[in-house]
């Protein structure tokens, strides 16, 4: 089972914070089994430190993404991981008293990408002091993840979302001859959720703005029936063609 390792912010950082901007330089990984409470100033027992490859805050989600690759003098269950700024400071720490984040090696370099989740704010102020040389592949894979769309060739989903309100907007008509709703179908289609809703029973008229009885949407007039009041050359009988219509909300 797999352990999660989930930073906080400890009260050292947030003073740092608060005072200014913030650079990240290594990662430190300790034995010491605890849980934390944001008032730590170092590790119980560390173990290992090394230093940050590569990283930075991706724009949109806030998150301070950054690897390292650690190494140690001797076979560790690492319980405690903690990320270091410039000065010796314990930014942020995680930590475990049961089961083990992880293990480290004596013989075996542990190469590791960590994330922190940051407000907009304090996203602003945080940088990494990265140290491109110690590890080429994975400070190319962090560098390559750093920009805001590193994947541009594939549609995210707040732009598919932006042209699904343009192409298919809040009340669009969907004809069908299937009494199915729509939704799982244009859910898998478009990888997004969407809902629909039946129309029943009514004939679509278009909004006219300088009509005073069809100026608004989502009025209803009308009656069951067909009318006799048709005169002159006027055709006595308009066909109508009966089918389900869902209406996306």
């Given at each position: 089972?797999?352990?999660?390792?989930?930073f906080?912010?400890?009260?050292?950082?947030?003073?740092?914070l608060?005072?200014?901007?913030?650079?990240?330089?290594?990662?430190a990984?300790?034995?010491?089994r605890?849980?934390?409470?944001g008032?730590?100033?170092?590790?119980?027992?560390?173990?290992a430190?090394?230093?940050?490859?590569?990283?930075?805050?991706?724009?949109?989600?806030?998150v301070?993404?950054?690897?390292a690759?650690?190494?140690?003098?001797s076979?560790?269950?690492?319980?405690?991981?903690?990320?270091i700024?410039?000065?010796?400071?314990?930014?942020?720490?995680?930590?475990?008293?049961?089961?083990?984040?992880?293990?480290?090696?004596?013989?075996?370099?542990?190469?590791?990408?960590?994330?922190?989740?940051?407000?907009?704010?304090?996203?602003?102020?945080?940088?990494?002091v990265?140290?491109?040389?110690?590890n080429k592949?994975?400070?190319?894979?962090?560098?390559?993840l750093?920009?805001?769309?590193?994947?541009?060739?594939?549609?995210?989903?707040?732009?598919?979302q932006?042209?699904?309100?343009?192409?298919?907007?809040i009340?669009?008509?969907?004809?069908?001859?299937?009494?199915?709703?729509?939704?799982?179908?244009?859910d898998?289609?478009l990888?997004?959720?969407?809902?629909?809703?039946?129309?029943?029973?009514?004939?679509?008229?278009?909004?006219?703005?300088s009509?005073?009885f069809?100026?608004?949407?989502?009025d209803?007039?009308?009656q069951?029936?067909?009318?006799?009041e048709?005169?002159g050359q006027r055709?006595?009988i308009?066909?109508?063609?009966?089918?389900?219509?869902?209406?996306?909300?």
């Amino acid at each position: 089972m797999v352990n999660a390792i989930v930073f906080e912010i400890t009260n050292a950082g947030r003073q740092a914070l608060a005072s200014g901007a913030v650079k990240l330089s290594h990662v430190a990984v300790g034995a010491g089994r605890r849980s934390t409470t944001g008032s730590e100033v170092s590790l119980t027992n560390e173990v290992a430190r090394a230093p940050i490859i590569s990283g930075g805050v991706e724009p949109i989600s806030h998150v301070l993404r950054f690897s390292a690759d650690i190494t140690a003098t001797s076979n560790q269950s690492v319980f405690e991981v903690g990320v270091i700024a410039e000065g010796d400071l314990l930014f942020a720490i995680a930590g475990s008293n049961a089961m083990p984040f992880f293990t480290v090696c004596q013989t075996v370099d542990f190469a590791a990408s960590f994330g922190i989740s940051l407000s907009e704010s304090d996203a602003a102020k945080v940088s990494v002091v990265s140290n491109n040389n110690y590890n080429k592949p994975l400070s190319v894979v962090e560098n390559h993840l750093s920009p805001q769309n590193p994947h541009s060739q594939y549609l995210d989903t707040p732009r598919l979302q932006r042209l699904l309100d343009t192409a298919l907007p809040i009340g669009y008509l969907y004809f069908s001859h299937s009494d199915i709703n729509p939704k799982p179908l244009f859910d898998e289609l478009l990888g997004v959720s969407t809902n629909w809703r039946r129309i029943t029973g009514k004939i679509i008229v278009a909004t006219d703005d300088s009509d005073g009885f069809i100026d608004t949407v989502g009025d209803t007039f009308g009656q069951k029936g067909m009318t006799t009041e048709a005169i002159g050359q006027r055709p006595q009988i308009y066909p109508l063609h009966t089918t389900h219509i869902w209406e996306r909300i």
